[in-house]
């Protein structure tokens, strides 16, 4: 590709970039000296998976690659005590070391289903290499680069000034501690969600405090959740993890409103603009179609169209004409009455006995199709018989 052509396909779906006109420098330079571009992204192991969400700046990171550029991967092992406050009303709660240490194992194996994990392309780095390391005179030099003034610009903390909430200070070293990261890494180019603009644009400043030419920074959507209210996030359970089995991958997809599915296919698939545009108009696709055609993209993406094929043939015998499914996990329970709402969190089906009664009595649960609506319900079970809750989630019962 040429130049504008490289310049088209990196500022698709970018929803600012800090400049356009840097960028096309960047790249004219690289193809002069043959110097690929470092093009950073950073991840905080705060939990141990990760999602769709993620892969939206992932796959921009994988356009890079293709294009000659190296890929940085910072594993935030040494940010995720402190934990990003970006769009966080409290202070976060810090992590131990073991949990981060526990978390930043699976990052790299999942981020290769998107990512060229080839040396040439790959650079990965745990940013406690050099964050560790700083003394007190040079924490004192980098927080000496900016003002409370300019930290408090920042929309979370200002609103929590505001409502006299706190604010820790290590919190705000926050950003300052990204912004390090691309001196640490010698970033070109750091790529991030809207909610991360003003740490990227730290860097840029950092970047030129330390010396070194300021970085791009190329912000992309944020991918909204399964509830079609807040970002996708494992904290909120609204997500899609990228190891999620293809049909659970896809009945998730299935559930997301409507309203969704152009931030889902812009942001989650490759799918030409064209193809978009035409599956979302009702009068060339029903919109049932056209959720099942993000479904198999995106479980393909995953997977692989063998597999795609076989969770929507699935999902269409499960929930089209309202089946059963045919793989699912036993659940052992023993010769003996058992509580329902035991039963569902035992199951894995529900994360505490609160949860569950919530379920059974918004009547999102059944015993071989017979809902069960009392949360003090005790029941003989039978092996073979089929706990369901909601619309997803099915368990066949064995007895220990």
């Known amino acids: 590709m040429n130049v504008r052509q490289q310049m088209e396909l990196l500022l698709r779906g970018v929803e600012a970039a800090y400049s356009p006109a840097e960028l096309e420098q960047r790249l004219v330079e690289s193809e002069k000296t043959g110097k690929p571009l470092r093009v950073k992204y950073g991840m905080d192991p705060t939990a141990p998976d990760i999602h769709i969400g993620h892969a939206v700046p992932l796959r921009k990171l994988r356009q890079f690659q293709d ?30 070391p073991e949990e981060i240490k526990t978390n930043a194992r699976t990052y790299f194996d999942q981020a290769g289903k998107i990512l060229d994990t080839s040396a040439a392309r790959l650079e990965i780095r745990y940013n406690n290499e050099w964050l560790s390391q700083l003394k007190l005179a040079d924490l004192l030099r980098l927080a000496g680069q900016i003002t409370v003034a300019r930290m408090m610009e920042r929309d979370t903390f200002a609103l929590r000034y505001r409502d006299n909430a706190p604010i820790g200070l290590h919190e705000l070293l926050y950003p300052l501690m990204q912004a390090y990261d691309s001196v640490c890494v010698q970033a070109d180019v750091e790529l991030g969600g809207t909610d991360q603009t003003f740490n990227n644009l730290c860097g840029r400043d950092i970047q030129k405090a330390y010396g070194q030419k300021p970085q791009i920074v190329l912000i992309l959507p944020i991918l909204v959740g399964l509830d079609g209210n807040e970002k996708m996030s494992k904290s909120k359970g609204n997500y899609i993890g990228v190891t999620d089995e293809p049909n659970d991958m896809f009945g998730k997809v299935m559930s997301i409103p409507d309203e969704l599915m152009e931030n889902y296919f812009t942001l989650a698939t490759e799918l030409p ?5 035409t599956l979302l108009d ?14 198999k993209t995106v479980v393909a993406i995953y997977h692989d169209e063998a597999a795609a094929e076989a969770a929507a043939a699935e999902f269409d015998r499960v929930f089209a ?18 509580g329902i709402v035991e039963l569902i969190v035992s199951a894995g089906f529900a994360g505490s006995n609160s949860e569950a009664r919530r379920l059974i009595r918004q009547k999102a649960v059944s015993i071989d199709g017979q809902k ?17 809750v909601g619309r997803r989630r099915f368990g066949k019962i064995a007895l220990s």
């Open 67 to 96: 294009l000659g550029h190296k890929a940085v991967l910072i594993i935030g092992d040494y940010t995720a005590r402190v934990g990003d406050p970006s769009g966080q009303n409290v202070t976060r709660p810090l992590l131990s």
């Open 273 to 277: 603009a064209g193809e978009i545009k």
């Open 282 to 295: 009702p009068k060339e696709t029903h919109p049932r179609q056209a959720k099942a055609t993000l479904a």
């Open 321 to 338: 004409e309202r089946q059963v499914p045919t793989d699912m996990p036993e659940i052992p329970v023993p010769a003996v009455s058992t």
């Open 372 to 388: 069960i609506t009392d949360v003090d319900t005790r029941l003989e079970l039978r092996p073979g018989q089929v706990l369901r």
